[in-house]
């Protein structure tokens, strides 16, 4: 297991990153009961003022917050991680859950300077 994960993340051909349990399902529960458009329009009419998921960085072992706000972009990085203004989506969420070895690593493509694999964000916060 500690192959795979190291492999894939370190770009190593044909080493995949995979958790003992599917994921699939939180997934669809996720895209299922949650309605993104109106939480992106809660968060842009000041209905809440921020939304935020934490994750760690699999590669660099950095905790990093994206965090969704209707403006004033992401407040300066405290207490040893980073925050990243974010689109928030099932991806985030999904990344947020990734318990290491019970759920795979999930890809965060946006934003595009902290692109790569992520697991929950409280894996370096304990």
């Known amino acids: 297991m500690a192959v795979r994960y190291g492999g894939e993340a370190l770009g190593v051909p044909g080493l995949a990153l995979r958790g003992l349990l599917d994921a699939a399902p939180l997934r669809r529960t996720l895209e299922r009961r ?6 992106h329009a809660n968060v842009a009419n000041g209905a809440v003022s921020a ?4 994750t760690t960085e ?3 072992g950095r905790s ?3 965090v969704e ?3 004033g972009g992401a407040p300066q990085p405290a207490g040893g991680w980073d925050h990243r203004d974010a689109r928030l989506g099932a ?5 947020s859950a990734a318990i290491p070895a019970l759920f795979p690593p999930v890809w965060i493509a946006t934003p595009a300077d902290v692109a790569g694999w992520y697991v ?3 894996t370096r916060l304990h």
């Open 51 to 54: 939304i935020a998921v934490t």
């Open 91 to 95: 991806d985030h969420v999904m990344a």
């Open 120 to 122: 929950d964000g409280s």
């Open 58 to 60: 699999i590669t660099t």
């Open 69 to 71: 706000r209707a403006s």
């Open 34 to 39: 949650i309605d993104w458009q109106q939480l």
């Open 64 to 66: 990093i917050t994206f």
